[in-house]
Each structure stands twice: as structure tokens, then as C-alpha cells.
């Protein structure tokens, strides 16, 4: 894993690189820009853990139709 961040991390332009303390002052600077990050970051982070709950659900009641679909046929078959 480490090996595949370090190969990302050079993929990265030099450019951005160099340009990465201008880049966040000016976040700093813009009040408007830097909330609007927040925000879009906290909804992704929301919508990420929405999906894993979702997926979740979706196991857990797949579970519950198959266990209460093996006892119906092991009290029938009885």
C-alpha cells in the first residue's frame, strides 16, 4: 500500500507541487471557497457513510429472508 502512495504521490504534477502553499492561502483568503469546501467535503463524507449503512441493509436483509426461508423449509419438511 505504501508503495502505491508513493507511486501516486509522483504522478502528481511539479507544478502543483510548487504551487500547493499559493493554492492554500488562497483558501485561506477566500472565506466563501474554503466553506464551500467543507460543506462538499462533509456531504461526500456523508453520502459515503449513507452507502456503507445502505449496503448494510441491504446484507442484513438479505440474511433475514434466507434464515427465515431455511427454518420454513426445515419445519416443513419435518
Given at each position: 500500500m505504501r508503495y502505491l502512495f508513493l507511486q501516486l504521490a509522483q504522478t502528481i504534477p511539479p507544478q502543483i507541487q510548487e504551487r500547493a502553499d499559493e493554492i492554500v492561502e488562497q483558501v485561506k483568503a477566500n472565506p466563501v471557497l474554503m466553506w464551500?469546501?467543507?460543506?462538499?467535503?462533509?456531504?461526500?463524507?456523508l453520502v459515503f457513510v449513507i452507502?456503507?449503512?445502505?449496503?448494510?441493509?441491504?446484507?442484513?436483509?438479505?440474511?433475514?429472508?434466507?434464515?427465515?426461508?431455511?427454518?420454513?423449509?426445515?419445519?416443513?419438511?419435518?
Open positions: 464551500t469546501l467543507v460543506g462538499v467535503g462533509a456531504f461526500t463524507a452507502g456503507i449503512m445502505k449496503s448494510a441493509f441491504k446484507a442484513a436483509f438479505l440474511g433475514a429472508v434466507l434464515s427465515v426461508a431455511a427454518w420454513v423449509w426445515y419445519f416443513n419438511i419435518r
